[in-house]
């Protein structure tokens, strides 16, 4: 498995990364209206790319990305297909986008922990499960923290299949030690690894297997 962290995108890409683009992420490019969005959508898939390309060792601009979704089967969004066998996943944050590949069903999610510091009863008792809602720490960075870390770990399930939006509360995971920065755990036959970084949560799940040749490097988780 290989991660890679893209910190404040370009807010002009590349040519290349235009043209890069499929028919269907023009056509959903084409409908983004707000600026950070777009250039979220841009890096995300200029990350993705290039991670693919390192795996396959071939040039990023020859890498096309391609989508479906389970429920409409639009081709504009969902899940990404794997791209000759190389399975990739992305998620984007305000500020940074994630991007993972592996050779197997990989999900990788990302969020800035400030948005947990208000986190309502509401939106603790869909992503808690009970023991997680009744353990949370009580000092308000810390809990902000575990409850992000709960939160893209679960995510990263959710884009491997492994639970949903609405079971989010029924997924035990536990708080993920909160006083440790980063640590990988294992959850129903998958490896969950979360990690900060500079206000951010990342989390990516995998299953286990392939030989690890990942470290923080430069960007790289
Ligand atoms: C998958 C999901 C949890 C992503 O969370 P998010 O906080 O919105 O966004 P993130 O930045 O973390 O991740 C977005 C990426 O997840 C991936 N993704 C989207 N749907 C996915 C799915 N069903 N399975 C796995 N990965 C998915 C895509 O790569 C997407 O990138 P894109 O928006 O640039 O195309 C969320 O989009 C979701 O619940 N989707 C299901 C909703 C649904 O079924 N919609 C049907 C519309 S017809
Ligand atoms: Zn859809």
């Known amino acids: 498995m290989k991660a890679a962290l893209l910190s404040r995108p370009d807010p002009n890409p590349g040519i290349s990364d235009l043209t890069c683009l499929t028919p269907a992420e023009s056509r959903r490019l084409a409908r983004i209206r707000h600026g950070g969005a777009r ?6 898939r200029h990350t993705a790319r290039a991670l693919v390309a390192e795996r396959l060792q071939v040039d990023p601009s020859t890498v096309r990305l391609r989508q479906r979704c389970s429920s409409c089967w639009s081709d504009e969004h969902g899940l990404p297909e ?3 066998e190389t399975y990739v996943s992305w998620a984007h944050a305000s500020q940074a986008v994630v991007a993972a ?5 990989v999900g990788v999610d990302i969020e800035a922990i400030a948005q947990f510091r208000d986190a309502s009863p509401g ?3 869909l992503m808690c499960t009970s023991d997680e809602a009744a353990t ?3 000092d308000a960075d810390e809990r902000a923290r575990a409850l992000t870390r709960l939160w893209t770990l679960k995510e990263a399930l959710i884009k491997v299949g492994e639970t949903s939006l ?3 509360r029924d997924c035990h995971l536990g708080l993920v030690d909160a006083g440790q ?6 959850h129903n036959g998958w490896d969950l690894t979360t990690v900060e970084w500079s206000g951010l949560a990342i989390a990516v799940a995998r299953l286990p297997g392939e030989r690890r040749h990942d470290g923080h490097q430069g960007g790289r988780l």
């Open 39 to 44: 250039r979220q959508f841009v890096a995300a």
């Open 123 to 125: 939106l603790v008792a």
């Open 136 to 138: 949370l720490p009580s």
């Open 181 to 186: 920065e980063d640590g990988t755990f294992q």
């Open 101 to 105: 590949v592996d050779r197997d069903a």
């Open 166 to 168: 609405g079971a989010m």
């Open 82 to 84: 794997p791209v000759d």
